[in-house]
């Protein structure tokens, strides 16, 4: 295959995972206003979308540590970024499938990984760099993100919503819910921003190092926004009903405290799963109201998946990596393959199908009510 052709298809293909990561974690921002009625679906999801794209353009710092941080870009070429973006979009739709909010970043990187060492050896990739960027932040941010949403969710329901009865909080929450996108934009997107500049670098296109383009960050700022818009509900669903039951001011705590972790990682260059840190913010904020039951079997199957997804996406990077390097024909059985498993799961989708007419609108939740019987 002509390089610079192959070039063309890399891209397209991140910008086609691009797309997935937005409607894959919609939820991570919007699932808990949804939840409590302070946002229609629609309207919340083209909020997100809005701020997704504008929070793209805020730092170019993790963009940076995916492009020369966890691979060897000078030992690689684009074929293999290719399979590596495969593995990512084939675990991405699968879980989306399955309603279950695994992180895309740690989809990302392992089918990145596994192509690369599958292709180029295991000395092509960064293992000490990806053990500090990507699996310790892995480990912390959901533990940080739930002990903060815990400690101000007991907080808010101690000092402010006995006082006031939670008055004002849906107002609070489409605040900080609009601050999670905002972070998710800022972080997310440039990961596929590092992923094509990769591809650009390892092509010859650009010199190693290189910060990626303006026309990078606008066409992966707008492949997530359109993403974002269509709605990932199966996985809203699951983060607004299928954790614990949430109220205004509870919603409020854990968007704030998510949005506040992502926020400080995308300025210190982390790669951060906003999945990881959205679950644990909801989950922390389940524990921080004595009233709302934590559902902890369907947190258990979402750490279950966290687990399995870097692999797993590494096992599907590394098979197609090494076909899509072996040639053309091999690129173009992986682009096949690739589109008849997106096809197939978009067709067993229709049978049960997920939509934003899926979500009742709640009516006001108890703390906004009810002030006195909180009180009590």
Known sequence: MDPSLLVVVVICTALVFDFTNGF????NAMATSIATGALRPRVAVAISAVLNLAGAFLSVEVAKTISSGLVDETRIGPAIVFGGLIGAIVWNL?????????????ALFGGLIGATWVSAGADSVHFAKIVDKVLVPAAASPIIAGVAAAAVTFLVYRFLVRK????GFRVGQIVSASLVSL???????QKTMGVIT??????????AGSAPPVWVIISAASALALGTYLGGWRITHTLGKGLTDIEGPQGFSAQT????????????????????????????????????????????????????????AAIVGAAAGKIASLGEAGTISVGVAGILFAAGIYLL??????TAHSFQVPE???????????AA
């Open 183 to 189: 972070a998710h934009g800022t972080n997310d997107a």
């Open 349 to 354: 989708s229709r049978r049960k199908p997920v």
């Open 257 to 312: 405290s998510s949005a506040v972790v992502i926020l400080l990682s995308s300025h210190l260059g982390f790669p951060l799963s906003t999945t990881h840190v959205c679950s644990g913010g909801i989950v922390g904020s389940g524990v921080g109201r004595r009233e709302a039951p934590v559902r902890w079997r369907m947190a258990g199957r979402m750490v279950i998946a966290w687990l399995f997804t870097l692999p797993a």
């Open 198 to 207: 990769l591809t650009l670098v390892a092509a010859g296109s650009l010199p």
């Open 24 to 27: 894959h974690d919609t939820a």
């Open 164 to 167: 006031r009865g939670g008055r």
């Open 94 to 106: 699968f879980t989306w499938y399955v309603g279950l909010p695994s992180s895309s970043s740690h």
């Open 364 to 374: 006001p939740s108890t703390a906004d009510t009810e002030p006195d019987r909180l």
